[in-house]
């Protein structure tokens, strides 16, 4: 049994003694207050392209508000948004993200032990600097704990520290709303992927037309930021990214990794994994996938700080060596039990011949592999890429010498931004495939009822929507202003109002759609506005005249980043 927890109530009552240095507590009836608080900046996706995360934002801002803050949101074209974000990390007060469902993330502890690990504050996942020991211990022994109930118990562990926390203030794991057309595309061959849905690596590889069409025309509703087999730059990239570069394992549709480009691999002992290569693969440039480039695509992503995203999934290798012409043997640092799911089946192989000396150009500068854009992307995948410009459009075509060689022709994907423009080419057949769509679902089920050839299918994704506070900058590194806030925000409204339905309240890094192992209950934190003034009170913030100062003695002046 998992072991026993403090409830909601106590945790939020709890003294906060684990993450940065807290502002102190002070009686406002014998102090002067201290300065009052600047507008709060919100950054979100523009309305267009995202109407549900930008309603999102004004339902916060207005709960917010009602504390005594000034919140400004601030709508941003996505890849604008990202360099503020993730390039400019002392720069913005919060933003809105999101996590999406990939095939790896099946497995709890992508999220668990990379979302908060220090060592990606400068420039991996935790770009809101969130630094716990208490929780980085957590997350070392689950990864390490092959039982899978005790496993079970230090996540249950770890959700509710993150609940006590409120590092990110999570808000829906929604359900992604998809369509296509059945004319086009057989309903028996679209494959419905546990906790990501139909746009998925087995639908785009297994889809068959139903007719002489044999091109998916899809679409994305922002521009794509790269196309890098060493670099994690979005969900949309993401999408295509599994379609260019081949790994040695893949998350089937029911959620576990099954050998992909391995032919075999074989757990030897706790720390050992033996992996035999399928024979006869290529790149898509005609040279052989050798075993030299297995050790390459993980060694050169622990050398060094040049793919600061994917470091952290390979940091456990302790050796990666090429013991056959087929053969090749991982050595852990210590024992795994997500390795296949987290590393194996996430980690694009790249070909040494085109990286090895991009990476040595880079060796003595600044830049890193984040950088850099192929004129023409070389994988060894089920798709290469015949052209491409990432504001616009993407094509990529069938690689004909794969083994198991895509049903379709080609794979074609439309930057259109305004949802509803996508949403209107569907039934006009400019695109066959809705693969991201985010506006009103009803709308979309409206859609399906006066036109018999689209089909929609809704699934909840193991990803979520959530609020990022940046922590390098008070009053967000003071957990107890970090509660409030949380506390303030009505999730329920949110699902209904943004999301219209299609999506549930998240308060966890775990969705239930991972439902053995997220934490019965977690989710349930209701809206309490009493409490959350009752916190920032407790906390020494005052308010005067309607709006919210720091505790006595704090200086607006010092918060800057």
Same mark, same amino acid.
């Given at each position: 049994?998992?072991?026993?927890?403090?409830?909601?109530?106590?945790?939020?009552? /709890?003294?906060?003694?684990?993450?940065?240095?807290?502002?102190? /507590?002070?009686?406002?009836?014998? #102090?002067?207050?201290?300065?009052?608080?600047?507008?709060?900046?919100?950054?979100?996706?523009?309305?267009?392209?995202?109407?549900?995360?930008?309603?999102?934002?004004?339902? *916060?801002?207005?709960?917010?508000? &009602?504390?005594?803050?000034?919140?400004?949101?601030?709508?941003?074209?996505?890849? &604008?948004?990202?360099?503020?974000?993730?390039? +400019?990390?002392?720069?913005?007060?919060?933003?809105?993200?999101?996590?999406? %469902?990939?095939?790896?993330?099946?497995?709890?502890?992508?999220?668990?032990?990379?979302?908060?690990?220090?060592?990606?504050?400068?420039?991996?996942? +935790?770009?809101?600097?969130?630094?716990?020991?208490?929780?980085?211990?957590?997350?070392?022994?689950?990864?390490?704990?092959?039982?899978?109930?005790?496993?079970?118990?230090? @996540?249950?562990?770890?959700?509710?520290? *993150?609940?006590?926390?409120?590092?990110?203030?999570?808000?829906?794991?929604?359900? +992604?709303?998809?369509?296509?057309?059945?004319?086009?595309?057989?309903?028996?061959?679209?494959?419905?992927?546990?906790?990501?849905?139909?746009?998925?690596?087995?639908?785009?590889?297994?889809?068959?037309?139903?007719?002489?069409?044999?091109?998916?025309i899809c679409n994305a509703a922002e521009s794509l930021i790269a196309l890098n087999p060493l670099y994690i730059s979005g969900a949309i990239d993401s999408w295509v990214t599994e379609l260019i570069w081949d790994r040695l394992m893949r998350v089937g549709p029911d959620g576990l990794p099954q050998p992909?480009?391995?032919?075999?691999?074989?757990?030897?002992?706790?720390?050992?994994?033996?992996?035999?290569?399928?024979?006869?693969?290529?790149?898509?440039?005609?040279?052989?996938?050798?075993?030299?480039?297995?050790?390459?695509?993980?060694?050169? =992503?622990?050398?060094?700080?040049?793919?600061?995203?994917?470091?952290?999934?390979?940091?456990?290798?302790?050796?990666?060596?090429?013991?056959?012409?087929?053969?090749?043997?991982?050595? =852990?640092?210590? #024992?795994?039990?997500?390795?296949?799911?987290?590393?194996?089946?996430?980690?694009?192989?790249?070909?040494?011949?085109?990286? !090895?000396? *991009?990476?040595?150009?880079?060796?003595?500068?600044?830049?890193?592999?984040?950088?850099?854009?192929?004129?023409?992307?070389?994988? /060894?995948?089920?798709?290469?890429?015949?052209?491409?410009?990432?504001?616009?459009?993407?094509?990529?075509?069938?690689?004909?010498?794969?083994?198991?060689?895509?049903?379709?022709?080609?794979?074609?994907?439309?930057?259109?931004? +305004?949802? %509803?423009?996508?949403?209107?080419?569907?039934?006009?057949?400019?695109?066959?495939?809705?693969?991201?769509?985010? !506006?009103?679902?009803? @709308?979309?089920?409206?859609?399906?009822?006066n036109n018999p050839n689209v089909e929609v299918v809704a699934t909840t994704d193991m990803g979520f929507r959530f609020l990022a506070p940046n922590q390098r900058r008070p009053p967000f590194n003071d957990v107890r202003f970090r509660r409030a806030l949380s506390l303030?925000?009505?999730? &329920?409204?949110?699902?209904?109002?943004?999301?219209?339905?299609? #999506?549930?309240?998240?308060?966890?890094?775990?969705?239930?759609?991972? &439902?053995?192992?997220?934490?019965?209950? *977690?989710?349930? @934190?209701?809206?309490?506005?009493?409490? /959350?003034?009752?916190?920032?009170?407790?906390?020494?913030?005052?308010?005067?005249?309607?709006?919210?100062?720091?505790?006595?003695?704090?200086?607006?002046?010092?918060?800057? %980043?």
């Amino acid at each position: 049994m998992p072991a026993p927890t403090l409830s909601r109530r106590a945790l939020l009552a /709890s003294s906060s003694l684990f993450l940065v240095p807290l502002l102190s /507590s002070h009686d406002a009836s014998a #102090a002067t207050p201290g300065d009052r608080i600047r507008k709060i900046s919100l950054l979100c996706a523009a309305q267009a392209s995202d109407p549900q995360e930008f309603q999102a934002a004004q339902l *916060i801002a207005a709960a917010w508000r &009602q504390l005594g803050l000034d919140v400004e949101v601030k709508g941003l074209p996505r890849p &604008q948004l990202s360099d503020v974000v993730w390039n +400019n990390r002392t720069k913005w007060d919060a933003t809105m993200w999101r996590m999406i %469902g990939r095939p790896e993330r099946s497995d709890p502890d992508e999220f668990t032990y990379n979302l908060y690990n220090p060592s990606t504050i400068a420039t991996g996942y +935790n770009f809101i600097g969130y630094n716990n020991p208490e929780f980085q211990k957590l997350a070392e022994e689950q990864r390490a704990e092959p039982d899978q109930e005790k496993r079970r118990a230090l @996540l249950y562990q770890a959700q509710d520290m *993150i609940d006590r926390d409120q590092p990110y203030l999570f808000l829906v794991y929604p359900k +992604n709303v998809l369509a296509y057309d059945k004319n086009v595309w057989k309903p028996a061959s679209i494959v419905e992927q546990s906790g990501i849905g139909i746009r998925c690596f087995w639908t785009f590889l297994r889809a068959e037309p139903a007719g002489t069409q044999r091109d998916m025309i899809c679409n994305a509703a922002e521009s794509l930021i790269a196309l890098n087999p060493l670099y994690i730059s979005g969900a949309i990239d993401s999408w295509v990214t599994e379609l260019i570069w081949d790994r040695l394992m893949r998350v089937g549709p029911d959620g576990l990794p099954q050998p992909w480009a391995a032919e075999s691999v074989t757990q030897v002992d706790p720390l050992t994994i033996d992996v035999v290569l399928r024979p006869n693969q290529t790149w898509h440039d005609g040279k052989p996938v050798t075993v030299e480039d297995v050790v390459f695509s993980f060694e050169a =992503l622990s050398a060094g700080d040049k793919s600061p995203m994917y470091k952290p999934f390979v940091e456990n290798i302790a050796s990666v060596t090429a013991t056959g012409e087929r053969n090749v043997r991982f050595v =852990l640092k210590t #024992a795994s039990a997500a390795f296949m799911t987290s590393t194996l089946a996430k980690i694009n192989l790249t070909p040494k011949h085109v990286w !090895g000396p *991009i990476l040595e150009g880079l060796a003595n500068k600044p830049q890193n592999a984040e950088t850099v854009q192929e004129e023409r992307p070389i994988g /060894s995948g089920p798709f290469k890429v015949s052209r491409f410009k990432l504001n616009e459009e993407i094509v990529l075509e069938a690689n004909a010498a794969h083994w198991e060689r895509p049903r379709m022709d080609r794979w074609i994907m439309r930057v259109i931004t +305004n949802t %509803g423009a996508a949403l209107g080419m569907l039934p006009r057949g400019e695109i066959n495939f809705l693969t991201d769509y985010r !506006g009103d679902p009803k @709308l979309l089920a409206d859609l399906a009822k006066n036109n018999p050839n689209v089909e929609v299918v809704a699934t909840t994704d193991m990803g979520f929507r959530f609020l990022a506070p940046n922590q390098r900058r008070p009053p967000f590194n003071d957990v107890r202003f970090r509660r409030a806030l949380s506390l303030a925000i009505n999730r &329920q409204l949110m699902v209904a109002a943004a999301w219209n339905g299609f #999506a549930a309240p998240a308060n966890s890094f775990v969705s239930p759609a991972l &439902q053995y192992w997220a934490k019965p209950g *977690i989710d349930d @934190l209701k809206p309490n506005l009493a409490e /959350s003034k009752k916190l920032l009170e407790e906390a020494g913030y005052v308010l005067v005249g309607g709006k919210l100062h720091y505790p006595a003695g704090v200086k607006e002046s010092t918060t800057e %980043g």
